[in-house]
């Protein structure tokens, strides 16, 4: 029996445009073994109503598009039986790179067809789910910056990056994790299910989104001449030996800060207030990794 895919395309994702994104699809699907159908999300949070509506009547829902999308359509399914997929357009792709799948898009549609599916983790930030990321400071703040920028895409992220980070500074945070606290001074708040932002800038290089726990990441100030460093560092996965980098694992999260400001999931911003309650979804969502991921 053939099993039913629903794509989701998200049509600005990564500044890329998606016209020829269908024609993809039927090139590279096995009609033998999927019937496919194909929408265009339109706006914020369309896709996750489209995905909330096709829960129980699709076998996979794909999203087409980069973590911000992959969010949204993974907060409808997470803990149903429905499969994730991703065909990464994105700025980053941090979960879709991660898990292995391929950044060519005919390879990635060919990997649904194989359907190695895994059960990951999942994280929560006020209630609100998270797959790959969440964060607040200055990770946070640029998310948000860039949320209204007109172009969009790696390089205006970098750009808004550089423009921003010498005149942000650090904020003061009280950390309980798993019933023991720490405080702490930090530039950026980064947890971490996966290891990566995106673009294979890793954050947190031992993470596991199969271990039942999220990696706390506190990154302190650095000069503005180490930015570089700090850059190679993630590209390298040797972050951790920085003494401006702070790992804590844990279970159940709890921050408070100064004032209320941005956070983001998975890379998209929002406001919230001082108090941020992050907890561990254990085994939560059902993925279809790619050919290289291996679990660790």
Known sequence: MKRKALFIINPISGGKKKDGVPDLIDQNIDKAVFDATIVFSDGVSHARIIA???????????????????NEIA??????????????????????????????????????????????????????????????????HISEV??????????????????EI???????????????????NAFMLSIANSSQYGNNAHISPKASVQDGLLDVCLIRKFPLWRFPEMGIRMLTKTSESTSYVEIIRGKQI???????????????????????????VPNSLKVIVGPTYKKN
């Open 254 to 280: 709890n921050v408070t800060r100064q004032t209320e400001g941005p956070i983001h999931l998975d890379g998209e911003p929002q406001v919230m207030g001082t108090a941020i309650h992050i907890n561990i």
């Open 52 to 70: 909330l509506e096709a829960v129980g009547k699709y076998d996979i829902i794909v999203a087409v598009g980069g973590d911000g999308t992959v």
């Open 75 to 140: 907060s409808a399914i997470v803990g149903s039986d429905t499969a994730l997929g991703i065909v990464p357009y994105g700025s980053g792709n941090g979960l879709a790179r991660f898990l292995g799948v391929p950044m060519n898009p005919n390879q990635a549609i060919q990997a649904l067809v194989k359907g190695n599916a895994e059960t990951i983790d999942s994280g929560t930030v006020n209630g609100q789910p998270f797959f790959n990321m969440a964060g607040m400071g200055f990770d946070a």
């Open 146 to 163: 860039f949320s209204h920028g007109k172009k969009r895409g790696f390089i205006s992220y970098i750009k808004s990056s550089i423009e």
């Open 166 to 184: 010498s005149r942000y500074g650090e904020q003061q945070y009280h950390i309980e994790i798993d019933g023991k606290v720490y405080e702490r």
